[in-house]
Structure formats: C-alpha cells, structure tokens
C-alpha cells in the first residue's frame, strides 16, 4: 500500500572521504593515428599552400611591425574541425611558438587561433616549419588557412545610434596576457586619438578581468581610418544600446498588501532596474537605494512592476508560485527613461558594478530583468554576459537575468534565439511559460510565452535554466494582444503585462527566500543546484526532451521549502566541493538502499543527479570560454579490487570492476513510460548526453525501472555495489596559462543526487543515513534558520 508522508526531513550534506575517495589522474592517451592527418603529396600541397598564404600575408606584418614598433601583430591560423580537440591543440601551438614561447591569446567564433607575431623573424620561423612539412605533418594537415589579422571594423551607419550628433562606437584590443604590453598598447591607442577633433575616447569600461572596452565617439565614420590599421585593434562596432518595452493593461483588483512583521526575517532581493516608485504598498519594504541615473531622466514603471512581482507576486496571482509573501527590496536605479535618454552596453556594465560593489555585503541576490534586443552568438559569449560573470566573481553574489522577449510571433515566425547577456555563464537565466490560456492565446498553460527567447546559449550550453510564469499573447491584425500577469503601477494601482521581464522576479523571490532560510554561508554554486535540481516541467507538456530543454530549460523551481525537505521515502545528498587539476574523486560505497530492490532482484529507484560547477572561464577564447568542465559518473560495479601501483601509468592502488555508468540514455527503454510512472517521465525525466561538453549546468533524471531487460539483469540485479565519479577536465588554454603564472587548476562543483522510491513504500532517508554511518561519510542535516515553517504533505 502506497503510504503518504510529511515532507520534513532535511536535506544531508555529505563530504568525501579524504583518504578513501580521493585519487589521481592517470596516464594513458590514444597514440592512434588520426585520420585526417595528411601524407605524401596531400601533405606537400598543404604545405606549399600555407607558405603561400604566409608569404601574402608578410607584407602586412611588416608593415604594422614598423609602424607600432612596440606592438606585436596578430595572424589567424584556422583550424578543422577534426582537430578542435584540446589533445590536438598543443602540437598545433607549437608550429607557431619561438624560441619555446607559446604565441597563441586567443581563438575566434570561426575557429581560428590567433598568434600574437611580435618580430619578422618569427615569419621566418613558421615557414621553415611549415618547409619541414613531415617533421609536422600533424600541425600542418589541422591548420587549413593563415592570414594577417584584420580587424572587423563595422562602416555602416545605419548600424550605428547617434548621440547628441556623434556615432557612438564600441572599440575592444587584443588581450596579449602580458600585463606591461596591455598596458603599452592601450596608451599607444590613446595617444592615436589624443587631438583629434573628429574622434574623442569617452570612457573606458572594465568588463571582466581580461576584457575592456573603449566607447569612442565620432561625428564621422571616416575617421575610423586614423585607428583601424592599429595592430592591437581587435574590433570597432556599434555601441550596444538599451531598451525595455512596456504595454498597459489595466486591471482592478482588491489585494491586501502586509507591511513587514518587525519579528520577522524576509528575504532580500536588489533590483537593478529603472527604480521602484514609493507607492504605498512597497514603500515599507524598500531597505536602500542607490541610483545611477539623474532623477529628471527616470520612469519607475518597469522596476515597479518587476519589484511588486519579488514580493506579492502569488498574492496578486491567488496561486502559490513562490511561497513567498513578502521580500525587502534594494532598489538599484541602473537604466533611465528611454524615452528621455539612451544607455549604452558600458554605462549599464559599469553602473551595475558601481552598485553591487557598495551592496555586496548586504545584497546577494540581485535580479535583472534588463536587456538586449540583439540575440546571441552561437559561437561567441556576449562581451555584455563576460562583464556580468566577471561582476557576479568578484562580488560573490547571483544574478538572476531575463532571458529577453521576442516579437517574431506577431507575425507567425518562429522565436529567436535568448538576448544578449543573457549568455552569462555565472547567471541563471529565465525565460517565461504560460500562467492561463484565454480565447485566441498562442500558448496552452504551461508551455512557453510565444515571446519567451528560447536556448541553447552559445557552445550549446543550457539556457534559460528556468521557466517561470510571464503571461501569453494573442495575435489581432498583426498585433500583440496580452494575456497578462499582474503588478504596480508607479501610482499604486494594478495592471497587467507580458515578458520575461516579469517571469524572472518570482525565481529571484524564491532564489532569496532560499538563501534566507539556509544557515549556511551564501554559496552562489549551492543556490543555482538546488533551484535547478528542484526544477520540473508541469504536467501535460509534451514536448520532446531536446525540445523542453531549449524552450524551458530544467523547468519551474519548486518553493524553497519543497526544495529543501524530503519525504522519508526520498533523500538528497549535497555534495558541495572542490576538485584539482590531476585528481579526481571516486566515491566506491555510495550509499543505495537495499529496500529498493524488488522482488525480482532487481534494484529499483528513480534517481536525480544534477551538477553544477563553476567554470574557469576566459575571454577571447570564442566558443571555449569556459575553459573547465566537471564530468560525473554514477552507476554499478562488481566488485573492489587491488591495482598494481609499480606499474607505470597506475597511481590509484583500489579500484573496481565490472562498471557502468547509468546516467547513459542508450540503456533505456524508448517505449513509452508505463501509466503509474507518467508522472515522472513528463516532469522529471531527462536523459540527455553531455559528454564531455563543457556545460556548467547538467542534470539527469532516470528511472531505472525503465532500463530494457538486458541492462537490468546485466547492470542493476543484486548484489551490485554503487560509485559517484566526479573528474575535472581543462582546456589547453588554460593549461598552458596556469604553468606560465604558476597558479594551480581548481574548480568549484556541487553535485545533488536524489534517490526516490516511486511506489512510496521504502523509507530511503532512514536507510540512507544509516549507510552514512555505516561507511564512515562525514554527513550532516543542511542548516536551517529554526523559524522555518514546514509545509506537511505533498
């Protein structure tokens, strides 16, 4: 009989066991040839082709060498696509290093390297490689084109938004990783400046550590031609400019609005934003402020509306979205009224520094329902998503960022792909599903706004993370016609509109009402698993898996008490660590329920594994700018077994035999999901095949009563014995970079796995946390505040 259970039983941190679980890289590689290396005449030809293409190009280098005597110059060598893999790139670098030195900064969306040339004599060099067309046949058969860089320079005006008469121009330098020659270089760029009268430097913008941006103005795009031969110039664009667009709905309605319980503790949210309007209902709640924007340039509509959602957004709906009910609002005033003025990319990258920066200590969660009109790169994170990283690394707090409306569907085209910024690798990004349907909608309840911009991100990461509820639209001759969500006026009265603009604030409400909760010290990487481990997609929404990965991400966040309680026939485990490079962890007694195997001897379960690291990342490296990745196993083996540690390429004396990892789609059955596990398939289930793709969020959701009954018998029938593997992989880049500034490779993870009895008759979490014990795991509840209320039942 199916027993029902109240949900208060906290969730268990659980740390490795220092000497048991820890091990070391080990040697190994593939010495197999690959196929797509040249020989004979093919190799020749190619050979000759890119001294051709070398010799074209001399001129060019020449030239720039001569005039910038203190600035290297940059040549691009494309790479195919066989040989994109980090084992290939070393030797590929090394046709191009002098006297030892890697020379390679940086790799471009078109699959190029860049080499910083910094002599002549380094041409003569290469070409006596390239000559010496055997001795590296591998080099030469990866690199199929070498050019002189030249830098994108954008002429059209069209393109360009013009201020107070002058082109507004957005200028970025090659990063040489060289402290003194960027330095170096950006005073020479200056000084090309300095005394113009057709072109002024207006300010420069730190975005992130390796990336700063140079707003320049000119009142004609014909000075270009003074700056755009500079070899230290990568590129001259458009400055990025800002919109946010609102519709008014109006709508009466009679909610009662608390003021804050001095007994109580809410949660804080900042909200960078247009500023929220004083009106009576969040007046009390308002704890701070700070603006970036002369009061004579703002309008608080879209910060008002977002702000009232953080807080009463479920009393205003009459549904629990968020479970929260009340929320302290820092309000953050980073963008004016468009109407009145416009923002650029590096006004609003440098505002939301300046204001985090002052608020870090207090303000840990901020949300962001700001953005870019322009989609995203496929092959390139957005300069715009680096400085919200690198913002979120140095202040140690979470942006919760809007993933970005789309108005292709007012004429029947398909979604564009999620607004620049919303790329931000740190973020979680939001997009919006449909809270109601009304005659004409676009959108059945549950499914993607037809505005919300949809995923995959750039290098196919997943984004938006989450979905939460924005509104639907209907379309009348053409036009939007909004079915929406409610909140403030800046006078105090209601109305109702559509965006993710206003999907996001509800999973900052629940984002903040987590870490209000927790005792635990704030933890960005913590926050960002639990909320995706606890996302699902809501019942009825049959989309395929590729698909409700790309439009809704991992889902609807539950409530943060949902989140952070199990029921006895459930536990979830926290593993929050660090990981170096040249060791991994392998966790051989993880603990499984024995009650979970079934009368046929077979272990059952449904099983949640969700991972989420904190990758290195690294501008100027295209689509490889996360540079790190956590790659987790979990599965069944045998039996434990002693290795032989003299040997050579063994380092790791216990290990295991007969595994498998189960987090493999081809082990399970296609069929569809028997009636009594539906439910699960549709919300939860998730089979999709990462690899060894550098994604910083993955989760897997599989029930292993779905294995076929091979792999039944083969990997789950008793007696098995369970393992966690948890490796770190790097990038070359970042290899190469570490050695040269003596830093040691680590990366920050938190993996939560959550073991489930379908049938509800198992009481895992006692069994569970006797396994612990049993095993010696170091394990404790998750601390919690002691004035949380626990919701009973499910």
């Not at 200056?190 to 707003?215: A, D, M, P, W």
Request: charged letters at 30%; one cysteine or more; proline letters at 4%.
């Amino acid at each position: 009989m199916t027993m029902e259970f109240n949900k208060n039983l906290p969730i268990k941190i659980v740390q490795k066991r220092k000497e048991l679980d820890e091990r070391q890289t080990e040697g190994g590689g593939d010495d197999t040839p690959r196929k797509w290396v040249l020989e004979g005449d093919e190799l020749r030809i190619r050979s000759e082709e890119l001294l051709e293409e070398l010799k074209v190009a001399e001129t060019t280098i020449e030239t720039r060498l001569k005039k910038y005597e203190s600035i290297p110059t940059i040549i691009k060598a494309k790479v195919i696509e066989d040989a994109l893999a980090k084992s290939h790139r070393k030797e590929i670098a090394q046709l191009f290093h002098s006297k030892g030195l890697e020379k390679t900064i940086g790799f471009s969306e078109e699959q190029e390297l860049y080499i910083r040339i910094d002599t002549a004599n380094e041409i003569s060099e290469i070409n006596k490689k390239l000559v010496s067309f055997e001795r590296n046949a591998k080099a030469i058969s990866a690199v199929k084109e070498i050019q002189a860089y030249d830098p994108v320079v954008i002429r059209d005006e069209a393109q360009y938004f013009k201020k107070d008469g002058k082109y507004v121009l957005k200028v970025k330098l090659f990063n040489y990783h060289n402290y003194q020659l960027n330095i170096t270089t950006e005073e020479v760029f200056k000084k090309l400046i300095q005394g113009n009268e057709h072109i002024k430097l207006e300010k420069e913008v730190r975005y992130s550590e390796n990336l700063k941006v140079f707003e320049v103005t000119t009142d004609t795009l014909d000075a270009l031609d003074l700056i755009s031969d500079f070899s230290g110039l990568k590129s001259i664009e458009p400055m990025p400019m800002f919109e946010v667009t609102e519709d008014d709905f109006f709508v009466e309605i009679e909610v009662e609005h608390p003021e804050p319980d001095e007994g109580k503790q809410y949660p804080i949210v900042g909200v960078l934003d247009s500023g929220i309007a004083q009106i009576s209902q969040l007046r009390p709640w308002i704890i701070g402020k700070h603006s970036s924007v002369p009061p004579e340039l703002t309008n608080k509509s879209h910060g008002t509306f977002v702000s009232g959602i953080v807080g009463f957004g479920d009393r205003m709906e009459g549904r629990q979205f968020t479970g929260v009910d009340g929320c302290y609002l820092f309000d953050a005033t980073v963008i004016p009224d468009l109407n009145k003025d416009r923002i650029s990319e590096a006004d609003l990258i440098a505002n939301i520094r300046e204001v985090i920066e002052k608020n870090k200590d207090e303000i840990k969660i901020w949300n962001m329902s700001l953005g870019s009109e322009n989609e995203i790169f496929e092959n390139l994170f957005s300069d715009y998503a680096e400085g919200l990283d690198n913002i979120q690394d140095q202040n140690g707090v979470l942006i919760i960022k809007s993933a970005g409306n789309c108005k292709n569907f007012e004429s029947g085209k398909p979604v564009g792909k999620i607004a620049r910024g919303a790329d931000s690798v740190r973020s979680l990004t939001v997009g919006s599903i449909a809270h109601s349907q009304q005659v004409g909608d676009l959108a059945k309840v549950n499914y993607p706004s037809p505005f919300s911009r949809i995923g995959p991100g750039p290098a196919f990461i997943v984004k938006p993370e989450l979905v939460h509820y924005g509104g639907n639209c209907s379309v009348d001759n053409g036009r939007a016609v909004a079915n929406g969500v409610t909140s403030f006026r800046p006078d105090g009265t209601y109305r109702k509109t559509v965006g993710t603009s206003f999907s996001t604030p509800r999973v900052s409400a629940i984002a903040a009402d987590l870490q209000n909760k927790l005792q635990e010290d704030f933890d960005p990487i913590l926050i960002k698993a639990l909320m995706i481990h606890s996302a699902k997609y809501s019942d009825g929404v049959e989309l395929e898996t590729n698909e409700k990965l790309n439009q809704m991400g991992f889902g609807v966040p539950s409530i943060a008490n949902d989140i952070l309680f199990n029921n006895p026939n459930e536990v979830t485990i926290v593993i929050r660590d660090s990981i170096n490079k040249g060791e991994f962890i392998e966790i051989l007694d993880f603990p499984y329920p024995e009650s979970l195997i079934d009368r046929e001897g077979f272990y059952n379960g449904q099983i949640i594994v969700t991972v989420v690291n904190e990758p290195i990342l690294m501008t100027g490296q295209a689509v490889e700018y996360c540079q790190s990745n956590i790659e987790v196993k979990f599965g069944t083996y045998d039996q434990k077994k002693l290795r032989d540690i003299t040997q050579r390429t063994i380092k790791n004396q216990l290990g295991k035999e007969g595994a498998q990892n189960l987090l493999s789609s081809s082990f399970y059955s296609k069929k569809k999901s028997p009636e009594n596990l539906k439910e699960f398939a549709q919300s939860e289930k998730m089979l999709i095949q990462y690899g060894n793709k550098f994604y910083p969020n993955k989760k897997y959701a599989v029930d292993l009563s779905e294995l076929t009954k091979g792999n039944k018998e083969k990997y789950v029938q008793a007696p098995k014995n369970w393992y966690l593997k948890v490796d770190g992989l790097y990038r070359s880049f970042i290899e190469y970079n570490a050695e040269i500034e003596r830093k040691d490779l680590t990366q920050e993870f938190c993996i939560i796995v959550t073991i489930r009895d379908p049938e509800k008759k198992a009481n895992v979490y006692q069994e569970t946390t006797r396994l612990l014990d049993a095993h010696n795991f170091l394990h404790r509840n998750i601390k919690l505040r002691q004035d949380i209320d626990i919701r009973f039942g499910e």
